[in-house]
């Protein structure tokens, strides 16, 4: 599985993503406001596409770590001292590409961090892809009216359709929220593909719940395929106007 959670992150001054060249380390680093105290708790995460966290590693503060036997100890390493905490992978392999969450609990309070991970050399060609998002109206008239989202990815190339190691992100973030929030994934084959005859393939993923004007917020749609991440997003306003921003790009 391929590139993406992600760079919307970037767009969105979120979340970092981190390329690593296969078979080298790497280091996700979780700092906190206040220094960890014997109550801290820090749990890592990994996430794949379209699955649920797996638990990598629990420790406390200055306490070696509890590791899961899917990661295991000869390459999966986490420290911590005062307000830190790093996870590093000592030597990356292909299925470690994927989102790293960091958790901080110390009682009732926790903080949430997240890094994607994408891993270099895995992939023996890269084809060039373009994302549009799309939706079907361009105001809503009524406030019961709702709308269907859709991502396209349009592959540039004479010998590539739309490859089956796509995986389409969608996220969500909102005036009360700085980040996006990871609302659907799929790692699917697209709903439509059709050639043109330009060369050019176009494949259509639609987001399968619409949305209304109750729904307001920024709407992204993101590709991850051989090491690149292409987005585009969908602005809902509270007074209904969609404003849709299209052929955003983003290559290693």
């Known amino acids: 599985m391929t ?5 919307v992150f970037i767009l969105h001054q979120g979340f970092p993503v981190v390329t690593v060249q296969l078979g080298e380390p790497v280091t996700f680093t979780c700092a906190a406001m206040e220094k960890f105290t014997s109550r801290t708790w820090i749990h ?9 966290l797996t638990i990598i590693a629990m420790q406390r503060n200055k306490v070696d770590h509890t590791s899961s036997p899917e990661f295991p100890s000869s390459r999966f390493k986490a420290t911590n001292d005062d307000k ?3 996870l590093t992978i000592l030597r990356t392999v292909e299925k470690d590409e994927g989102m790293y969450h960091c958790a901080i609990f110390d009682w009732t ?3 949430w961090m997240g890094t994607y991970l994408t891993v270099k050399g895995k992939c ?3 084809v060039f892809y ?4 799309q939706s079907t109206v361009s105001q809503f008239s009524r406030p019961e009216d709702s709308e269907t989202l859709q991502c396209s990815v349009l592959s540039e190339s004479e010998n590539n359709s739309c490859s089956e190691d796509l995986s389409m992100f969608w996220f969500k973030a909102g005036s009360n929220r700085p980040y996006p929030n990871i609302i659907y994934t799929d790692s699917k084959r697209a709903d439509n593909c059709e050639k043109s005859p330009n060369t050019r393939t176009k494949c259509t993923y639609n987001f399968p719940k619409n949305i209304s004007s109750s729904d307001p917020g920024t709407y992204y749609c993101a590709v991850a395929t051989c090491g690149e ?3 585009g997003n969908v602005i809902i306003e509270d007074g209904g106007i969609i404003h849709i921003l299209r052929n955003m790009h983003n290559n290693k």
């Open 84 to 86: 830190i905490s790093n």
């Open 124 to 126: 023996e060609t890269s």
């Open 44 to 52: 890592w995460y990994k996430q794949n596409s379209g699955d649920t």
């Open 229 to 231: 991440i292409l987005l």
């Open 109 to 111: 309070e926790s903080t």
């Open 3 to 7: 590139l993406l959670w992600i760079t």
């Open 130 to 133: 373009i994302v549009v998002q």
